[in-house]
């Protein structure tokens, strides 16, 4: 994965030596999504870059409000125009989406890329069944009569592990529990097979078990179609699971990107040890899980000074770097992105003295 | 949903029994408060005490009120005698009761009057609903906009304003000043289509404006919450037209309450627009009880009274039905 994030420039055309048309399947560049709002403009998204291919799974973590759901509303042109300002460019299989007719991102969404919502209970319609909903999705992008739509909608079902699913297809979404509920919304999101398939948070409503044979059915599904996956969570647990490479995101911004294997074994921003030694393990004794990061997201109107992250960070203003007054580059190191101000030795160090022995 | 319908069923009658019983120990209170012998009102004003006596002891209404009311409930389902003299009069079912005054039983009174009124209500629904409904539609989509906030206020004045004033000065303009709209006695459809819907239409205009007001505030209100739920991005994110997402997946959910006020306001009306038919001269039961209210008519007052009431629970269990049909949690959940 090659990202590149400097929240100072004005956009990657800019940048001297970028091509203008991506050869990633997926390449988010400086996407910035305000919401002015009457107490002033909510920075939720404030420049964010990554590429994702075909075949591949790129998970999104960061606390809650962090930004992750309106990243992924916005590469699939769900924010309500008018009330919000959206910059940047979402290049998807060579389109660039952001500039796009609302139209033809209408076309695509559903079809090329879809999404698992957060919560199934409130992402159904409660007032239809779930095979006419599933069988709406695959109606608006291809011209069959109801009878072999409805067909496709049992046959999906089906392949997500639903029981009985000539039958259930006529149940409403309360009839369904809140693991079937996931997999039905999966199937909808399936119905078209998308190329990139966007899960936000698939299994927070669900308890353990269930949430261990969604994400099998996520994976299976991506063996099977080799579409491109970006999942999104607060759970690091579920991106270990499942990532190939993963981005951190605090207040907008990505402050640490990088593959699984070196976000686990060799984190380097401050926050993602943070998040890791808050992160749930069954190897872990129960009394001394659960770390949670001190302090609280800070306000998207108005963000602190310098690294965003400086309140709520242990290391900042060490030996005199410039935490409170300079927002830090995403630099990119060999494979691996990180962006806080603290010299890469020192932050290496710091992780296998101080953070790893403790997690 | 057989079980479901039998509990309504069950739960309509027994409430339609209670109001019959509250408002016949109402309508048997209210001479005894006043002072009056109900008789002297059968009587008329030149009566002798005699006849008083004796009036009131042919009608019964010297017996105590639960006998009273098992005679009024027996005659509303089989049917009753009203004197047992020489010219005795048959009241058959349902029998809501006998009106000295008119020489007539109540049940066809109202009979006579229900076309008027089921006119009235009809043609004012089918206005106030697509009148009222589509401007909520396009004021919760043009939200914050000048349309909006025109047809909010209009809205508002729509409520707040009394009918005996929209509908007067309407009279004032369009019948008797303009002379647009024939100012005569009312006519029935089938006699004469055009003039009954001559004679109508003021009075459709006026009350569908009032409800109107209170369907489109409804209807801006339910389509804005409905807007901002999840299931509806989720419409959107399957890649459905715009037409398709607000039309079918919003409209769905804000026909539910809409379904259930709109029950109740028809159950209402049927039951009499007093204001709106004074006003047109329109010859309904809402008339039919100022009227009776006027010349102290007492049985065709409980009559009208028992019938709206009927109508408002019909109109709930109808409305509990179609819930179940709309909404599939009611049946199951
Ligand atoms: N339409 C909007 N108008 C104003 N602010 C918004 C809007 N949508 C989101 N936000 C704000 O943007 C921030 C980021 O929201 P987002 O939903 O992306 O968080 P998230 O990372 O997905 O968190 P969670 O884990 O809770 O889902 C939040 O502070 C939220 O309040
Ligand atoms: S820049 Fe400073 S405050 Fe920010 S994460 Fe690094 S050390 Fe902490
Ligand atoms: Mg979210």
Known sequence: MATTNSPTTTGPLAQPGRLPQPSAFLDVRDLRVHFPTDDGVVKAVDGVSFTLERGRTLGIVGESGSGKSVTSLGILGLHRRGHTRISGEVWLDGEELVSAPPERVRRLRGRKMAMIFQDPLTAMHPYFTVGAQIVEAYRVHHRV???????RAVDLLGRVGIPQPARRVDDHPHQFSGGMRQRAMIAMAL????DLLIADE?????????????????????????SAVLIITHDLGVVAELADDILVMYAGRCVEEGSAQTLFRRPEHPYTWGLLGSMPRVDRAARDRLVPIKGSPPSLINLPTGCAFHPRCPHQGRDGIPCRTEVPDLAQGSDHGVACHLPPTERRRTFAEDIAPAL | MTHYIIRRVLTSAVLMIIISMVTFGVFFMVPKLAGTNPAELYVGKQATPADVAATARKLGLDQPVTVQYARFAKGLVAG???DDGPNRTHCAAPCFGYSFRNDRPVWPLLLDRLPVTVSLAVGAAVLWLAGGVLAGVVSALRRGGPLDRTMMV???????LPVYFTGLLAQLVFVHTLHWLPGGEYVNLADDPAGWAAKLLLGWVTLALLYAAAYARLTRAQMLETVGEDYIRTARAKGLRERTVIGKHVMRSVLTPLVTIFGLDIGGLLGGAILTESVFGLPGIGRLSIDAVNT????????????GALFIVLANFIVDLLYAVIDPRVRLG
């Open chain 2, 80 to 82: 009753r005698d009203l």
């Open chain 2, 296 to 307: 102290k008519d007492l049985p065709v007052v409980l009559g009208v009274t028992l019938f």
């Open chain 1, 191 to 194: 119905a078209n097979d998308p």
């Open chain 2, 154 to 160: 209009l809205a508002l004045a729509g409520v707040s």
């Open chain 1, 145 to 151: 009569s109801r009878a072999v739509a409805r067909r």
């Open chain 1, 202 to 226: 698939p299994t927070t409503a669900l308890d353990v078990t269930v949430q261990a044979q969604i994400l099998d059915l996520i994976r299976d599904l991506q063996d099977e179609y080799r």
